[in-house]
């Protein structure tokens, strides 16, 4: 425990916390009357909508589902316990 006089007033902390919180809430008032939740969630969906649709499409994403199926192709083979033959 710190003594006396190193220790803050009881009044010191809760002060500027209390600001905080005071500002805050000022700065959240302030965005939620910028932008409504619900649009701003249905345009985030439909741009992630999109940009997945986009990626499942391209050519990478092609290449890289040949390569696994080619690699799990090999790696069934070589765990078979069937010569091949």
Same mark, same amino acid.
């Given at each position: 425990?710190?003594?006396?006089?190193?220790?803050?007033?009881?009044?010191?902390?809760?002060?500027?916390?209390?600001?905080? $919180?005071? #500002?805050?809430? $000022?700065? #959240?008032?302030?965005?939620?009357? #910028?932008? *409504?939740?619900? *649009?701003? +969630?249905? +345009?985030?969906?439909? *741009? #992630?909508?999109? !940009?997945?649709?986009? !990626?499942?499409?391209?050519? /990478?994403?092609?290449? !890289?589902?040949? /390569?696994?199926?080619?690699?799990?192709?090999?790696?069934?083979?070589?765990?078979?316990? !069937?010569?091949?033959?």
């Amino acid at each position: 425990m710190l003594p006396a006089r190193e220790r803050p007033s009881s009044g010191a902390w809760p002060r500027p916390f209390q600001s905080a $919180v005071a #500002l805050s809430r $000022v700065y #959240l008032e302030g965005l939620s009357r #910028l932008c *409504d939740p619900t *649009d701003l +969630r249905r +345009r985030w969906v439909a *741009d #992630l909508t999109e !940009f997945s649709a986009a !990626f499942l499409r391209s050519p /990478l994403f092609f290449s !890289f589902i040949r /390569l696994h199926r080619e690699t799990l192709r090999r790696a069934a083979g070589a765990a078979s316990p !069937f010569p091949k033959g």
